[in-house]
């Protein structure tokens, strides 16, 4: 075997094994998406049937007992929100530790990172009762609170991470202009920097539809978001893996054709500063 021939089958290996991961990770989605059209009988069969008539009836069902774009309207304004909110602070904080670094900014960066290690149930009851004394269970305004500081570390990370690959010399070069620390940060950094925070953005809003823990328990109907939605069709009665799936497909779609259009900006953002 040539070498050049060595080398395709590298390549060609490396692309099935790609495929394979994708197909992988891609297979609950697609199962998912399956079940929601297929009635409770289908649904627990068994073996699992690939052929079935096709019904809307789960959708339907949804429809009627479930108000789906409350639910939605929740999670896009609590997503959105606390992504803002997040930015707001991560950027100005990740600034001063990357350009005006001291010996303890690694420490509280380690220490910032270590809170997401905390369990949540660790702290539900103190922030419970917080939220129920400032009148915030059951509010967007709430959630979007907690899924800030939730978030805030890997945000401020990942800005710090962008930031530290920019260098310094640039500023010094806004500074002798005249500029001052806003106009460095907004009107230096962030154009040069924006793929690396587009990706933060666009992986808060991710972690913020997804987030599951906090919006059971801090609410109720009001500012329920798609998580709690897709929470309230499992029943005592047990599991409709029909309907569930339904739901989860509904509750999915947004987010992954938000993150389908965005994949390139994503990907740009995350590579960002990898070659010097």
């Not at 297979?27 to 068994?46: N, V």
């Amino acid at each position: 075997m040539t070498l050049k021939q060595g080398r395709q089958l590298q390549t060609v290996l490396l692309g099935a094994l790609a495929w394979l991961v994708a197909l992988t990770i891609f297979f609950p989605i697609f199962w998912m998406l399956l079940t929601s059209f297929k009635t409770e009988i289908d649904a627990f069969a068994t073996p699992p049937q690939l052929f079935f008539t096709p019904t809307l009836e789960n959708y339907l069902e949804i429809d009627e007992r479930s108000d789906y774009f409350h639910f939605a309207w929740n999670s896009v304004v609590v997503s959105f929100g606390s992504t803002l909110l997040g930015m707001l602070l991560a950027v100005p904080a990740a600034y001063s530790m990357a350009f005006f670094e001291t010996k303890r900014t690694k420490s509280t960066l380690l220490w910032m990172l270590s809170t997401k290690m905390l369990p949540p149930v660790g702290v539900l009851v103190p922030i419970y009762l917080l939220f129920k004394d400032a009148g915030l269970l059951d509010t967007k305004t709430g959630l979007v609170l907690i899924y800030t500081l939730i978030n805030l570390p890997i945000m401020v990370w990942m800005v710090y991470t962008y930031f530290k690959e920019i260098p310094k010399e640039i500023l010094e070069a806004a500074r002798l202009d005249g500029a001052t620390a806003m106009q460095e940060i907004y009107r230096v950094l962030l154009p040069i920097s924006k793929g690396g925070l587009a990706s933060t953005v666009l992986l808060s809003l991710i972690l913020s539809w997804n987030e599951a823990f906090w919006s059971l328990n801090l609410t109720a109907s009001s500012a329920a978001p798609l998580t709690a939605l897709v929470a309230s069709y499992s029943s005592p009665e047990g599991l409709f893996w029909a309907k569930l799936s339904a739901v989860s497909t509904l509750a999915c779609a947004p987010i992954l054709i938000f993150g389908w259009l965005s994949q390139k900006q994503l990907v740009r953002g995350l590579s960002f500063g990898a070659v010097k």
